[in-house]
C-alpha cells in the first residue's frame, strides 16, 4: 500500500541491523527530530513517563518523525486505553508500558494498543502512518497491528520472574528493559557491571529469542563495554542519549571553552 509509512527501526532490525533512538523529554517543538535524524539515530524515543510532555507535543513529534523517516516510539506514563489511543491515533509506531509485572498487565496493555482480533483498540480512521489517505479499516487494522510495536518495560523483580510468560503472550512485539529502575530493584542500583543484573539480562534475552520477539535496553548508553556486550547477546535496538543531556553537556562544554580564554583578560 504505497501510501503506508514504515517502521523504520523495525525494518531495520528484521535485517540485522542494530539500532538506536534519542529519548526526548524536553524538546518541545519539532526540531529535535531532524537533529535526531543527522546524529544518525533511527527513531526517537518520546519519554511520556518521565517528562510533562502532553499529548500535543507527543503528536506533532510523532507526525514530524514519521515525515523524516525515522520512527516515533513514546513511552506511556502507564496502561491507560484512552491515553493510548491518542498515541498511537497520531502517528506513534510503538507504545512502550512500564512497570509491567503480570501477564495480566500484559493482556491490559495489547488489548489497548492492538485492532481486533488481536486487542480492542478503538476503531479510528485518518491515521497519519497512511498520509491521511482513504484506506479501509480492515486493510488499515491488519498492517498496523503488525507494524505497530507494543513493547512491555521489565523493570522489576516481579517482571523478571515473570518474564518468560510475559514474552509468550500474542500481540507483545519487543521487551525493552529498564536497566536503572532494574538494578534498584535488585539492590545494586545502576551497577551495570554486576553479575546479578547481567544475568537478569541475560534472561529477558532468552525469553524474547525463545519467542522471537525484540529485545531492547536503556540506561546503559555511557557504558560501551556494556553495550558491546549485549551486542554478541543479540540485542539490536538500545536507547541513546537523552536531549536534556546533551543540551546540559553541550552548554557547560562550551562555557567552559569561553570561561578558559576568556578569563586571562579579567584584572
Known amino acids: ?29 519539532c526540531e529535535i527530530v531532524p537533529i535526531a535524524k ?3 539515530y533511527d527513531g526517537i ?17 510523532c507526525i514530524t518523525s514519521l515525515g523524516y523517516g525515522i520512527s516515533p516510539i513514546v513511552r506511556v506514563p ?12 497520531g502517528g ?15 493482556v491490559k496493555c495489547v488489548k489497548a494498543s492492538k485492532f481486533a482480533p488481536l486487542g480492542e483498540r478503538s476503531v479510528s480512521s485518518g491515521f497519519p502512518n497512511f498520509q491521511f489517505s482513504s484506506v479501509g479499516f480492515e486493510d488499515a487494522s491488519e498492517i498496523l497491528n503488525a507494524n505497530t ?3 512491555p518495560m521489565i523493570e522489576t523483580k516481579e517482571g523478571l520472574k515473570n518474564i518468560k510468560s510475559i514474552a509468550k503472550i500474542e500481540g507483545v512485539d519487543a521487551i525493552l528493559i529498564g536497566s536503572s529502575d532494574l538494578t534498584s530493584e535488585l539492590g545494586i542500583p545502576l551497577d551495570f557491571k554486576n553479575p546479578i543484573y547481567l544475568d537478569a539480562c541475560e534472561r529477558i534475552i532468552e525469553a524474547c529469542n525463545q519467542n ?33 543531556s546533551c543540551l546540559a553537556s553541550e552548554c557547560k562544554r ?9 578569563s586571562k583578560y579579567l584584572s
Open 1 to 29: 500500500m504505497c501510501s503506508f509509512i514504515k517502521n523504520n527501526l523495525l525494518e531495520a532490525i528484521k535485517h540485522g541491523k542494530i539500532t538506536f533512538t534519542l529519548t526526548v523529554k524536553i524538546s518541545r517543538t
Open 38 to 40: 543527522t546524529s544518525g
Open 45 to 61: 524515543f518520546i519519554d511520556g513517563e518521565h517528562s510533562s510532555l502532553n499529548s500535543q507535543i507527543i503528536n506533532d513529534l
Open 78 to 89: 502507564g496502561c491507560d486505553a484512552a491515553f493510548i489511543t491518542n498515541v498511537l491515533d
Open 92 to 106: 506513534a509506531q510503538g507504545i512502550v508500558i512500564p512497570h509491567i509485572n503480570t501477564i495480566d498487565d500484559v
Open 149 to 151: 510495536l507494543t513493547i
Open 212 to 244: 522471537s520477539i525484540m529485545v531492547g535496553i536503556g540506561g546503559i548508553q555511557n557504558n560501551p563495554e556494556i553495550i558491546s556486550f549485549f551486542c554478541t547477546k543479540g540485542v539490536r535496538w538500545f536507547l541513546g542519549a537523552q536531549d536534556s
Open 254 to 262: 562550551s562555557g567552559q571553552i569561553l570561561r578558559s580564554i576568556t
